[in-house]
Structures are given as structure tokens and as C-alpha cells.
């Protein structure tokens, strides 16, 4: 691979018009991970809007499980479901988890990395001739707790222990859920209200396990869950999805906007400290940041022109691009400074696997920190180990690349970094366990956290794909796995949640 070049930024690019093609009408340029905060826009062109499959295929060759997708969506429409199915993952930047107000820190040393089985959630039963599909998106962890969400609910845990701490019902399936959680533990959630659509947005605390507040969307506002995104800063808390964009302040849940910013078509939203907005504006993407006091969108940045374009961090802001005609994942990365100019292009082509979805809100498998950004290469095979790369924020340099492992066909996934350097998760494969490992920012030298053991039976077999396109969470020696979806006859077995700690 050639080494990142750094073209310069367009200079008064030519007017353009309307975002994208003219649609045919029950169609829009379609979207998207959230890793920190992520957030996915719209690529052109693309078939009418269809709910994410949910499932944890690759970052590329996955034209057959779109077309399954489509179909899937089709019945589903046809029965008067609503699968709301959005396979999603936000806030790979940084960390997902906040330790009551804090950020996650350092995993303490454990006198054994020799791992086992926490506990477990079963996922939830369907009648077998029930083609109904449900959700159950997010995954967060503070100091003192696990939540994830459930079937019409969201439910807590002893983050030390499993046992179930508390439970939120919700008037109906969730829709999205964002990836990140504030200092204060909180989090936002879109579920199912009226009329099968996604009416009702919600605040959680999870530390206390209570709603903080509920607002519920207006139904010509609502949508079925097709590309939309949810997000959460330490003062915002916002849906978009095609044509439309809603935000509130979080500390009160008053309504801060309710359309999206003028001159776009729609938007989609990234959380973390602070909350940025990505559109199509004007036929460009923008990225733009919300004021904390108005709502309004400060733009930071016009992309080049490119088919599809997410956010996949907010600090510091890393950009993921399509600029080819596969609509399969992204190509390129862009990296942006806090001025709004452009740093670095890196171009990832077919090398690596960003975990762009088409159907999502984020670049699942790149991971971020303020100086590296971390990408698992594509080995093209299924008998060859995977790596992971580390690029320079700044400069768009590779630094090195760290192989997986000598094991034929072991898979490397990034979960979320570490100071300045990476927690990866190393997938189960015959007889050999997993594992997870952390990677030195320097060299990427690998030292192991925790071991599964080696045998036939492997309880997270399946549970972490190469796209990551399910979200991992590690903490004080505890791999966290949540499956959110989509659950139904054909893989009621896949457990919802798998906790595996150190001995």
C-alpha cells in the first residue's frame, strides 16, 4: 500500500444541486457506528430504505445478505412489524464506558489472565413459526454497572457479579440506542410508541435504573428505525434520520430543534463531550457542530464530493469516506483538525475493514485516540490471519502493523483503546479460546488480559465478527458481549449477553 497522501482541501468548489440523484419516491440516499461517538450519512445511490438484517457479516462481499436484508424487510413491512433493526455501535473513540463521571481508566492487573464464564443472558424466545423479529440495541458499562438493552425494555446488571439490578420496560421494541453514555451514566434510547413507529425517546440514568425524562416525536415526524441514529453529549440528546432531526437539552428535555439544519436533507448525530451533526447539505456532506446552549449547527467541515461519508470519531475528528460504487464499506479515512481543516487522507481501499454499514450509524471496527487511529487489515482469506494497523492522526502515516497471531485464520478486532494504545479482542477458533490483548502504541507488542481456555466448546464463538459489527465492552478484566440483534426463530439459541471475566 502506497504511503497516505495529503491532497489539499477543495478551493470554491463549483454550486451544487440537490443532495444526490432525483428519488423515486419511498426512497432516499441511504446511510452507516457510532466507536466515543459515531455517526453515519447518506450514500446515493441506493434502494428504497430496508431495516438492518442485524446480522455480523463482513466488511465486504456481503451483496448477498443486502439482498436477504431486503427481502427480510420486505415480509416484515408486509406483516405490519416493526423490526427496527440498526446494528450499531457509537462511541468507539476513546472508550465506551465512563466511570461515574469519569473516563474508563486503565484495566487493573490481574494476578491471572486465565478466563471463564461470567454469566449470561439468554436472548429472548419467538414461536417457531413467529417470523417476528425483535431488538435489543446498547450496550454500557459504568463503576457499578452493566445495562443493555432487551426486548421492549433496557435492563441493568451488577457489573461485578450479573445479577440483574433493574429493569425499564418500554412501551415497544427499541428502535436505536446511542453508543455512548455521559459522565453521569446517562443515555438515550428511541423505542416503539404508536402505530408500530418510533415515537418515543427516552433518558436513561443508569447507575439509578430510572427514566430521567420522556418526549414522545410527533408521528408525521417518526419513522420505522430506517437509518436512523441516536447520540449523547454531556448536554444534547438527538435523533436524525432521513429528512428529519430532532434534539433536546438533556439536563431538562426541552426541545432544542425539530427539523434538520437549513439547507439539508437530513442528518445523523455523534456523541460524546460534545455533539456533532453530520448532512447532506447543499449536495456536500457537512459536518457541524450543535451548540450546547442553542442547538444550532457551527459547521466544522465540507467534505470533498464522495458517495458516502460517517463520522467515526468526534475528538479527534476522524472521518471515514466511500468513494468507490460497491457500496460495501469505506475506502478512505479523513482526519480534521480542531480548526476545521484537513490533516491527512488515508486510503484503506480493500486492505482493510473499516465496518462501514450500509445500514448503520458508524465505522464499527476503527478504533481512535487523540494520536493513533487503529484498523484490523482484510486478509482476503479465510486460512490467514488478520493484523491490526496504526496510523498517525496528524499525518495519515502508517506507524506499524501488528500481526494476530501464528494461528491460521485468527481474527484481531479492535474494541477500544487505552490510554494511547488498544484493547483488541482475538476471536475463538477449532480448539484454541479467545483472548483479549493489549496492543503498545509504540509497537503494537501484545500482552494477553485475558485467556479463554482451549477446548471444543467455545461460549463467544460467533459473538464478535471482524466488523465488530455487535459491540464489545472491557473493563477491570471483564470482556462484555451483547448481541443486539436481530432475534427471531432462526437464532433464539445466540445468547443476548455473555460476560467472561479473569479467575
Known amino acids: 500500500m502506497s504511503h497516505p497522501t495529503v491532497p489539499p482541501l477543495p478551493q470554491n468548489p463549483p454550486p451544487q444541486g440537490t443532495f444526490g440523484p432525483p428519488q423515486q419516491p419511498g426512497t432516499y440516499p441511504g446511510s452507516y457506528p457510532g466507536g466515543g461517538a459515531a455517526a453515519h450519512a447518506y450514500s446515493q445511490p441506493l434502494p428504497a430504505p430496508v431495516p438492518p438484517s442485524g446480522g455480523r457479516g463482513g466488511g465486504r462481499g456481503r451483496l448477498a445478505l443486502v439482498i436477504a436484508a431486503v427481502l427480510a424487510a420486505l415480509a416484515l413491512i408486509g406483516a405490519g412489524t416493526a423490526a427496527l433493526l440498526h446494528d450499531g455501535q457509537a462511541g468507539r473513540a476513546d472508550s465506551h464506558s465512563q466511570e461515574d463521571g469519569k473516563p474508563a481508566t486503565a484495566s487493573p492487573a490481574s494476578r491471572s489472565t486465565e478466563g471463564k464464564e461470567l454469566f449470561r443472558v439468554a436472548g429472548p424466545k419467538t414461536p417457531a413459526d413467529d417470523d417476528q423479529r425483535v431488538s435489543a ?109 430532532v434534539g433536546y437539552q438533556l439536563s431538562t428535555g426541552k426541545q432544542m430543534w425539530d427539523a434538520p439544519t437549513q439547507g439539508c436533507t437530513g442528518e445523523e448525530h455523534s456523541g460524546g463531550r460534545q455533539l456533532l451533526t453530520i448532512g447532506g447539505c447543499d449536495g456536500r456532506f457537512k459536518v457541524g457542530q450543535r451548540s450546547p446552549d442553542t442547538g444550532k449547527t457551527t459547521w466544522r467541515y465540507t467534505l470533498p464530493k464522495k458517495a458516502g461519508a460517517w463520522i467515526v470519531s468526534n475528538e479527534p475528528l476522524v472521518l471515514a469516506v466511500m468513494s ?49 487511529i487503529y484498523t484490523p487489515s482484510d486478509p482476503h482469506s479465510f486460512f490467514k490471519a488478520n493484523a491490526i494497523a496504526a496510523f498517525d492522526v496528524h499525518t495519515g502515516k502508517r506507524k506499524w502493523v501488528s500481526t494476530a497471531a501464528t494461528d491460521l485464520a485468527r481474527t484481531l478486532v479492535p474494541i477500544r483503546a487505552e490510554g494511547d494504545g488498544l484493547i483488541a479482542y482475538m476471536q475463538p477458533t477449532g480448539m484454541r479460546g479467545s483472548r483479549v490483548v493489549h496492543l503498545a502504541p509504540r509497537d503494537g507488542k501484545q500482552t494477553t488480559l485475558l485467556q479463554m481456555p482451549d477446548g471444543l466448546a467455545q461460549p463467544d464463538d460467533s459473538m464478535v465478527a471482524d466488523d465488530a459489527g455487535d459491540p464489545a465492552l472491557f473493563e477491570r478484566g471483564k470482556l462484555y458481549l451483547h448481541h443486539t440483534g436481530a432475534f427471531d426463530k432462526y437464532n433464539a439459541d445466540i445468547p443476548m449477553t455473555l460476560a467472561l471475566t479473569t479467575k
Open 324 to 372: 468507490g460504487a460497491d457500496l460495501l464499506d469505506a475506502d478512505g479515512l479523513l482526519t480534521v483538525s480542531t480548526s476545521g481543516k484537513l490533516e491527512a487522507t488515508i486510503d484503506i481501499g480493500d486492505d482493510y475493514v473499516a465496518g462501514c454499514e450500509m445500514y448503520g450509524t458508524t465505522c464499527n471496527a476503527i478504533v481512535t485516540t487523540k494520536d493513533t
Open 137 to 245: 440495541e446498547g450496550t454500557w458499562i459504568t463503576s457499578t454497572t452493566y445495562a443493555s438493552g432487551a426486548p421492549s425494555a433496557v435492563k441493568g446488571y451488577d457489573a461485578a457479579t450479573g445479577k440483574p439490578r433493574w429493569t425499564i420496560p418500554l412501551s415497544g421494541n427499541l428502535c436505536e440506542a446511542s453508543r455512548t453514555i455521559t459522565s453521569t451514566g446517562r443515555i438515550a434510547v428511541v423505542h416503539i410508541g404508536t402505530k408500530n413507529r418510533c415515537t418515543e425517546f427516552a433518558v436513561i440514568d443508569v447507575n439509578k435504573g430510572l427514566v430521567v425524562w420522556r418526549k414522545s416525536i410527533p408521528n408525521d415526524k417518526a419513522n420505522l428505525g430506517l437509518h436512523l441514529s441516536v447520540a449523547i453529549s454531556e448536554d444534547i440528546a438527538a435523533a436524525g434520520w432521513p429528512g428529519a432531526s
